[in-house]
């Protein structure tokens, strides 16, 4: 387990990561636990004493979750797959599945088992997806099944033809909340107890993105419109579904809004998780400035010219809209960058720049993924280092030879 509580030291430096990981085989990744405290301290300051549900796609390693869970101020998981879900609960008290499952096994062995029904949350967003819940789940006897509803966090303008945000759930108004919720609760296998509504053009977008001044104003004016917006109509949505059935959490925000959506009174508790490794898409705000924690190696193996140096693989690319912000960042040696025309390979990675002069065949170059867990799919283990010593690693959830998507 990756101890979190200890004191925060200072960070580990590239050359001390270098050393540090000299015996182990590349590609490799490496967590840098001073980083990893800082940050964790970060998040639990800005959300201002409200408990943080860590988002496990964020994370995907078992032994960094426990570390986190084990401060004071950080309390459940926010899980990406119902069979992700299950496993954690096999030692996890409260988990949250943060999106809608489809997966009708995955429902049968939760409707089986009284310890799971009473530890994990299901996600619904609409009538639809009750209905297959409900039949999945088969016999109305057993275990109450835990849900979690989600409003629809996004900015629409326009009468709705203009939309700012991530396209989750269809329930958007108070009024789609308080529906479903009297549908669930009629429903003889159902317990409603959450509420949730991720702020996606908030804590995902930098405001403080490097090109366009106007850009960046833009950004921020349309974070603040959307801010102002969602903090109505979220407590509005809160007390409609609560004159309902009683609520035990309504949860919000992500790393990149964690002050923002804390202050709302209808909110009981926010989540995060991007913000303890610190990935390249977090580096361009202005409310908050993570510590990188975790990056990989990558070995360097030609060098086609005087000028450029290659190492093995390296394309490591993150999801979403395809563009430079989505591809790993080689950070040390310095001066070193990807090049236009091959980018990151999937067998082999060309690097230019003034650093590449000087790198030699076995030599390692340091990269930073452009999102949080998508990392630890690539590795078995994220390697320990504390203070430029190799302390222990932390397995992924691959390391473990779990797959959930």
Not at 256 to 282: D, K, M, R
Not at 318 to 333: C, F, I, N, T
Request: proline letters at 7%; glycine letters at 10%; hydrophobic letters at 45%.
């Amino acid at each position: 387990m990756a101890d979190l509580s200890a004191p925060r030291r200072r960070r580990t430096s590239f050359g001390e990561l270098t050393t540090a990981t000299a015996g182990l085989p590349a590609p490799c990744a490496a967590l840098d636990l001073a980083a990893l405290r800082t940050n964790a301290a970060d998040l639990l300051r800005r959300a201002a004493g409200k408990p943080i549900r860590i988002a496990s796609k964020s994370v995907r390693s078992r032994a960094v979750l426990h570390g986190a869970l084990a401060l004071d101020g950080m309390a459940g998981v926010l899980a990406y797959t119902l069979p992700e879900a299950l496993w954690l609960a096999g030692e996890i008290e409260d988990v949250l599945v943060g999106y809608p499952t489809a997966d009708e096994q995955a429902l049968a062995a939760l409707a089986a088992d009284e310890q799971l029904a009473a530890r994990v949350t299901l996600m619904i967003d609409s009538a639809d997806q009750l209905e297959f819940t409900a039949a999945a789940l088969g016999s109305p006897g057993g275990p109450p099944i835990r849900v979690c509803l989600e409003l629809d966090a996004s900015l629409r303008l326009a009468a709705g033809r203009l939309h700012v945000g991530s396209r989750r759930s269809p329930a958007h108004s108070p009024e789609a909340v308080a529906r479903l919720a009297r549908a669930v609760t009629r429903h003889p296998r159902f317990t409603l107890v959450g509420l949730m509504a991720y702020e996606g053009q908030i804590a995902g977008i930098g405001d403080n993105q490097p090109g366009s001044p106007v850009t960046r104003l833009g950004v921020r004016a349309m974070q603040r419109a959307s801010a102002a917006e969602l903090h109505e109509r979220r407590a509005a949505a809160v007390a409609a579904v609560r004159a309902v059935a009683p609520l035990e959490f309504v949860n919000g925000g992500g790393t990149g809004s964690l002050e923002l959506t804390s202050a709302e009174e209808a909110v009981t508790e926010v989540a995060a998780g991007s913000g303890l490794f610190a990935p390249a898409l977090f580096d361009h705000y202005t409310r908050f400035h993570p510590l990188p924690a975790a990056h990989f190696a990558l070995p360097v193996v030609r060098r086609p010219s005087p000028r450029h140096a290659t190492v093995l693989g390296g394309g490591w690319i993150a999801s979403g809209p395809p563009g430079r912000d989505r591809l790993p960042v080689p950070v040390w040696p310095r001066g070193l960058r990807l090049l236009a025309t091959e980018g990151a390979g999937e067998v082999q990675t060309p690097l230019g720049g003034p650093g590449a002069a000087g790198l030699r065949i076995g030599d390692r170059v340091w990269f930073r993924h452009a999102k949080a867990g998508e990392l630890c799919e690539h590795v078995d283990e994220l390697h320990l280092v504390d203070e430029g010593r190799l302390t222990g690693s932390a397995p992924t959830y691959r390391g473990e030879g779990k797959t959930f998507l």
